[in-house]
């Protein structure tokens, strides 16, 4: 006879999803980790602690923020902090190829160094894409619409080496029938289609006085991001702190009665 209340389960149900995804899937990949609220901090430390501990699914996660800020400030992160833990422990961090500080150059221009060796080698660098791997990191031209071209003075194979000003300057690449002028969207799909890899150089911290060129590197990046195409950047600053000035004159001009756009207002 039943006497009421309710039926206690034989395990946790967490525990039971993640014997289940363990036995079905050796590799899971979740894309643009976050973690906005304690439930989903509850759930993500017990169901994926639960696969990092007790089976041998390989896991892969993306995400804007280190380990350690996930979930920062959130209510009672004290539970999610375990979890951080084992993170550190049990998997390995990778840091986006975003070279900062006083060797941020001299790195950057190294992994140049290491691709066009790789190229010299027959190895086409990081995959040869219609040009071949020479090494020589000689110019290419990339033809665009209406007799236009981007001429880039360092290519080879696949990759090309570029400054933040040839990108984003006022000047920009393009020659032919309008002898130059600033990249745009369309520039930047046709140098994302034909190289895998863009090194850039010389990314400033954009300040108030850099407003077109923020908007071009926003660009830039979308444009990448959808192509696939990996940029590997020497910068004055992390990319969290690029437009930081930018967004603060934004507030400032909102709160002083300003309609603002992406860091450009207008007065009411």
């Excluded at 006879?1 to 999803?17: N, S």
């Excluded at 899971?28 to 430390?45: K, N, P, R």
């Excluded at 600053?237 to 437009?243: G, H, S, T």
Aim: with cysteine.
């Amino acid at each position: 006879m039943w006497e009421g209340g309710y039926a206690e389960p034989e395990e946790d149900p967490l525990l039971t999803v993640a014997r289940e995804w363990g036995s079905l899937t050796a590799v899971l990949c979740l894309d643009e980790l976050h973690v906005t609220d304690v439930a989903d901090a509850m759930i993500l430390s017990r169901l994926f602690g639960a696969l990092l501990t007790r089976h041998s699914t390989a896991l892969l996660f993306t995400s804007n923020r280190p380990p350690r800020d996930l979930y920062k400030g959130g209510l009672s992160r004290k539970y999610f902090e375990p979890f951080i833990r084992l993170v550190d422990e049990q998997m390995v961090v990778v840091a986006g190829s975003w070279h900062v500080g006083s060797g941020a150059e001299v790195r950057l221009h190294a992994a140049w160094q290491r691709h066009l060796a790789a190229a010299m080698a027959g190895g086409g660098g990081d995959g040869d894409v219609g040009g071949g791997g020479s090494g020589s990191g000689c110019g290419v031209e990339v033809s665009l619409a209406y007799g236009r071209t981007l001429k880039l003075p360092l290519a080879d194979g696949d990759a090309a080496f570029l400054t933040f000003d040839q990108l984003c300057g006022s000047r920009g690449l393009r020659a032919g029938v309008d002898d130059g002028g600033a990249l745009a969207a369309p520039d930047y799909l046709a140098l994302c289609r034909r190289f895998r890899t863009l090194y850039v150089s010389g990314v400033p911290r954009l300040d108030p006085g850099h407003r077109d060129e923020a908007r071009r590197l926003v660009t830039l990046l979308d444009v990448a991001y959808d192509c696939r195409t990996r940029l590997e950047v020497a910068a004055e600053v992390l990319p969290d702190e690029l437009f930081v000035e930018l967004l603060q004159q934004a507030a400032r001009q909102v709160g002083a009665g300003w309609v603002a756009g992406p860091w450009l207002g207008s007065k009411m």
